[in-house]
C-alpha cells in the first residue's frame, strides 16, 4: 500500500481529529433538539393536566364533568390548535368519556405505568407523549385523567435534522480535507525549497542556501538550521581543501630538498667531508618530515574530538619539570634561563598524555622563538577555584595582525623574516585542538619585540 505523502498526512491527521469533533458537535446538537422538543410536549401536557382537573369532580365515585357540554365544545374548537388527546377511564381503564378529536380512536390505557409519569405510547399507529393522571376519592383511585399528545411533527423535526445532519457530516470533512490540504501545502512548501536545494548542493557546489520564510516560525528556524549546517559543511570542507593543499606542498619541500641535494652529490665524486655534510643534511631534512607526519596524524588522531581520554589525578609541577627536562638540551644550546615558579603542588584531573604534548608544543615554541641568552618565565597560580598556567618569554613575540591567524594549519607568522628557525605551523593548532577537548581554557598575549605569554586555565 503506497504511503500518503506528508501533505496528505498532515490533512488526513487534521480531518480525523476534526471529525471526531463535528461528530460530538453534531450528537449534542441533536440532543438539545430532542430533549427541547420532549419538554415542551411535557410542558404543553401538563398545562392539559393542570386545566382538566380543575374541570372534573367525584361524586359517588364516578367522574363527572362540571360542564360537560361546554367542555365538549372547547374541545372541539381547540382540534386545530392544540392537539391533545384527553379520556377519562374507570379503575379498570374502561373509557368513560373523551375529548371530540379522538373521533372513533381511544387511548390505550396501560396498567404497567407508572402514575403520573411520561410515556411515550401509540393511538392506533401514530406515536404520542402519554400521561395517566389517577383520580381519587378518598384514598380510593375510582379512575384515571389520560391525556397524551402527538409525537408526530416533534419526529418529523428530528428526522429531517437527522438526515441533514448525516447528510452534512461527510460534506464538511470532504470541504475541509481539502481546505486542510491546501494550507498544508502552503505550510511545508518551505520543504520543497529543502528538497530542491538538496538536491543541487554536491561536492562542487555548496554555495546554495534555502530561502528562509516570510514568518518567523518551526519552518523558518528548520531552514535557518539547516542554512547554518550547510555553512559550517563548506567551512569544514575549504579548510579540508586547504589543509590538503598545505599538507601536500609542506611534505613536497623536504623531500625535493633531499632528492636535490642527492643529485648534486651523485653527480661527481666527492671528498668524505662533502659526503658526510650532505648526509647530515638529508638525515635532518628526513627527521623534519617525520616530524611533520607525526603531527599530520596527531592532528588526524583528534579531528572528530572523540578521541577516548584517560582521565586521571596529574601533577602539573610534574608535567612542566618533565617538559623542562626532556628540553633540556636545546635550552642548554641556546644558554636561555628557564625559570618555575610553583608556591604549592597542583593538581587537575585530566589526560596527562595529551596535557604533556600540549605542553610540550607551548614551551618549544618559547625556545625556538626566543633569543640566546634569553629567559624563559613558567607560573602556576590558583585564582577563584581555577588553576592558571603562564609560560612566557622574551623572544621576537608576535605582530598583534597575526594573533587571530596563529591557531590556523601551516600558518607561521612572518616566518620569512627569520628563515633561521624552522618549524610546521602545526603546534598551535594542536595545542587549540587539546585544549578543546580536554577543557582547557588557553590564551595567548603577544608584543612584537617583546614577547609572548601563553596562559592555560584549568577548572580545579
Known amino acids: 500500500m503506497q504511503q500518503l505523502s506528508f501533505k496528505n498526512r498532515i490533512a488526513s491527521n487534521y480531518i480525523i481529529t476534526t471529525a471526531l469533533l463535528i461528530f460530538v ?22 398545562m392539559e393536566v393542570t386545566n382538566h382537573l380543575k374541570e372534573i369532580e367525584v361524586k359517588e365515585n364516578c367522574v363527572l364533568l ?29 373509557m368513560v ?33 402519554q400521561i395517566q393522571v389517577p383520580l381519587y376519592q378518598g384514598t380510593k383511585i375510582i379512575g384515571f385523567l389520560m391525556v397524551a399528545m402527538s409525537l408526530e411533527d ?52 555548496l554555495k546554495s542556501r534555502i530561502p528562509l520564510p516570510q514568518n518567523k516560525d518551526e519552518m523558518y528556524l528548520l531552514s535557518q538550521t539547516i542554512n547554518n549546517l550547510l555553512d559550517r559543511v563548506e567551512n569544514a570542507i575549504e579548510r579540508e ?7 601536500s606542498h609542506e611534505l613536497r619541500t623536504p623531500l625535493a630538498v633531499i632528492k636535490g641535494t642527492l643529485e648534486v652529490l651523485v653527480r661527481k665524486p666527492r671528498n668524505l667531508e662533502e659526503y658526510k655534510e650532505k648526509i647530515e643534511f638529508c638525515i635532518n631534512e628526513v627527521n623534519r618530515l617525520n616530524h611533520l607526519v607525526d603531527e599530520l596524524l596527531l592532528l588526524a588522531r583528534f579531528e572528530n574530538q572523540k578521541q577516548t581520554l584517560k582521565i586521571e589525578r ?40 595529551l596535557l604533556c604534548i600540549i605542553v610540550n608544543n607551548i614551551l618549544t615554541n618559547s625556545i625556538k622563538y626566543s633569543r640566546e641568552k634569553g629567559e624563559i ?39 620569512n623574516l627569520h628563515p633561521e628557525i624552522k618549524g610546521t605551523g602545526l603546534g598551535l593548532s594542536i595545542v587549540k585542538r587539546l585544549s578543546l577537548l580536554l577543557q582547557i581554557e588557553l590564551e595567548i598575549e603577544s608584543q612584537e619585540n617583546t614577547g609572548t605569554t601563553v596562559i592555560l586555565k584549568f577548572p580545579k
Not at 373523551?98 to 392506533?124: C, H, R, T, V, W
Not at 581543501?241 to 599538507?247: H, L, P, T, V
Not at 612542566?320 to 597542583?346: G, P, Q
Not at 590558583?382 to 594549519?409: M, P, R, W
Request: charged share 20%.
Open 25 to 46: 458537535v453534531f450528537s449534542v446538537i441533536y440532543a438539545i433538539v430532542k430533549f427541547s422538543v420532549y419538554v415542551r410536549v411535557n410542558n404543553d401536557i401538563q
Open 66 to 94: 362540571v360542564r360537560e357540554q361546554q367542555w365538549k365544545q372547547i374541545q372541539f374548537n381547540k382540534v386545530d390548535v392544540s392537539p391533545a388527546f384527553i379520556q377519562f377511564v374507570d379503575e379498570l381503564g374502561a
Open 97 to 129: 368519556n373523551k375529548s371530540p378529536n379522538l373521533k372513533q380512536k381511544q387511548l390505550k390505557y396501560y396498567p404497567d405505568a407508572i402514575n403520573n409519569e411520561l410515556f411515550d405510547g401509540k393511538l392506533d399507529n401514530i406515536s404520542v407523549r
Open 154 to 205: 416533534s419526529k418529523m423535526v428530528l428526522n429531517n435534522l437527522f438526515v441533514i445532519l448525516v447528510v452534512a457530516y461527510p460534506l464538511i470533512l470532504l470541504v475541509l480535507f481539502l481546505i486542510a490540504r491546501f494550507i498544508a501545502g502552503k505550510s511545508i512548501k518551505p520543504i520543497s525549497a529543502i528538497i530542491e536545494t538538496s538536491k543541487v548542493i554536491t561536492k562542487d557546489n
Open 241 to 247: 581543501k586547504q589543509f590538503s593543499s598545505d599538507a
Open 314 to 353: 596529574v601533577s602539573l609541577n610534574a608535567v612542566f619539570l618533565d617538559v623542562i627536562s626532556r628540553n633540556s638540551t636545546i635550552i642548554n644550546d641556546k644558554r636561555i634561563s628557564c625559570v618555575a615558579h610553583f608556591e604549592s603542588d597542583y593538581y587537575v584531573n585530566t589526560d596527562s598524555y
Open 377 to 415: 618565565t613558567i607560573s602556576i597560580e590558583e585564582l577563584n577555584g581555577v588553576l592558571i598556567c603562564s609560560i612566557s618569554d622574551h623572544g621576537i613575540g608576535i605582530a598583534k595582525e597575526d594573533l587571530q591567524k596563529i591557531f590556523d594549519q601551516f600558518y607561521r607568522s612572518k616566518s
